[in-house]
């Protein structure tokens, strides 16, 4: 157990020599911000909703991520992030890689929440609208923008059908690929991108001057050294370190076997 806590500390001392934080797209430190930081959660509110930040502020409600399951053998399915504020439901979602199937699971996701909040005596023209932002450690869709905004659209003509039903799709890299570059940044992509740096020279550099952003920076940066966040990310190097692994000796194996 002491090995152990060692171990952490030793963790822990090197952020802090080399001036890193464990990342927000690691899915502890992401829940942590996006559950104790309401400016800033308020602000990525109003900017996928266009609903004024002061009237989102004090109104946002976290709810059970634990989606219901409709029988026996449904997969239980849980969301990183819903939250509501009045009647709008929001899913957000951090993955940090692509696989076959992905954007399935977070659609099933969405349905999910669109299906458990029909209430059998609400006037279906008073429904919801519902939002999934997918925070994409990857990229994957060819435009250059690292912002996309999806609805249901016809293909031939362009007629959106409802606009009570949107979701985002976020490339991180993309991001940290312009604040490199030295392009100019909104203020939107500053707040976006403060989910993948990990240099705090860098993280303070895009929110200075903002209360909102310097809001999360500074969780991130406590987050990072409490050392039940240290343990978690610690775990998590280690499946990565065995899973890498796991592919390259696999890969060997298929290149002795050819």
Same mark, same amino acid.
């Given at each position: 157990?002491?090995?152990?806590?060692?171990?952490?500390?030793?963790?822990?001392?090197n952020?802090?020599?080399?001036?890193k934080?464990?990342?927000?797209?690691?899915?502890?430190?992401?829940?942590i911000v996006?559950?104790?930081?309401?400016?800033?959660l308020a602000?990525?509110?109003?900017s996928?909703?266009?609903?004024?930040?002061?009237?989102? =502020?004090?109104?946002?409600?976290?709810?059970?991520?634990?989606? /219901?399951?409709?029988?026996?053998?449904e997969?239980?399915?849980?969301?990183?992030?819903?939250?509501?504020?009045?009647?709008?439901?929001?899913?957000?979602?951090?993955?940090?890689?692509?696989f076959?199937?992905?954007?399935?699971?977070?659609?099933a996701?969405?349905?999910?929440?669109?299906?458990?909040?029909?209430?059998?005596?609400?006037?279906?023209?008073?429904m !919801?609208?519902?939002?999934q932002?997918?925070?994409?450690?990857?990229?994957?869709?060819?435009?250059?923008?690292?912002i996309?905004?999806?609805?249901?659209?016809?293909i031939?003509?362009?007629?959106?059908?409802?606009?009570?039903?949107? =979701?985002?799709?976020?490339?991180?890299?993309?991001?940290?690929? /312009?604040?490199?570059?030295?392009?100019?940044?909104?203020?939107?992509?500053?707040?976006?991108?403060?989910?993948k740096l990990?240099?705090? /020279?860098?993280?303070?550099?895009?929110?200075?001057?903002?209360?909102?952003?310097m809001?999360?920076?500074?969780?991130? =940066?406590d987050?990072?050294?409490?050392?039940?966040?240290?343990?978690?990310?610690d775990a998590?190097?280690?499946?990565k370190?065995?899973?890498?692994?796991k592919?390259?000796?696999y !890969?060997i194996?298929?290149?002795?076997?050819?």
């Amino acid at each position: 157990m002491l090995d152990d806590i060692t171990k952490l500390e030793r963790l822990r001392d090197n952020l802090i020599a080399t001036g890193k934080v464990i990342p927000a797209n690691f899915d502890p430190v992401f829940k942590i911000v996006m559950l104790d930081c309401p400016n800033y959660l308020a602000f990525l509110v109003s900017s996928f909703t266009n609903i004024p930040k002061e009237r989102i =502020k004090g109104r946002i409600r976290v709810q059970n991520s634990e989606h /219901k399951l409709s029988n026996a053998k449904e997969r239980k399915k849980t969301s990183d992030l819903i939250i509501r504020v009045d009647k709008m439901l929001a899913n957000f979602e951090m993955n940090n890689r692509y696989f076959d199937g992905l954007f399935i699971r977070n659609e099933a996701y969405l349905g999910k929440i669109e299906g458990e909040s029909l209430n059998a005596s609400e006037d279906y023209s008073n429904m !919801q609208r519902f939002l999934q932002v997918n925070f994409n450690d990857f990229i994957h869709f060819k435009s250059d923008s690292p912002i996309l905004e999806f609805v249901y659209t016809d293909i031939v003509n362009g007629e959106i059908e409802t606009e009570n039903l949107k =979701k985002y799709h976020i490339s991180l890299p993309k991001l940290e690929k /312009k604040y490199y570059n030295g392009d100019k940044l909104s203020k939107l992509e500053k707040a976006l991108l403060i989910l993948k740096l990990d240099k705090i /020279k860098d993280l303070e550099e895009i929110s200075k001057g903002d209360d909102d952003l310097m809001e999360a920076v500074e969780r991130i =940066k406590d987050a990072t050294f409490d050392i039940n966040t240290i343990g978690l990310y610690d775990a998590e190097l280690d499946r990565k370190w065995k899973e890498e692994a796991k592919m390259d000796s696999y !890969q060997i194996c298929c290149r002795s076997y050819l």
